[in-house]
């Protein structure tokens, strides 16, 4: 998903520089959007991966 925020950020700002403000802002703020969205998943599987993590070593121990 970072990968697609990159994506849209290069074809914006390529669109902002070539003069189309307004569709270049555009995908500037899907990138945004997509950015925000990696960043939440990332911090909600990092959360669930300790939690599962510190349930193994409970059982192991």
Do not use: E, P, Y
């Amino acid at each position: 998903m970072i990968r697609w925020a990159v994506i849209f950020l290069v074809i914006g700002l390529v669109m902002a520089v070539l003069g189309f403000g307004g569709i270049g802002g555009a995908f500037i703020d899907i990138a945004k959007i997509l950015f925000f969205i990696a960043v939440a998943i990332f911090v909600i599987l990092l959360v669930l991966g300790l939690l599962a993590g510190r349930k193994v070593k409970d059982t192991l121990s």
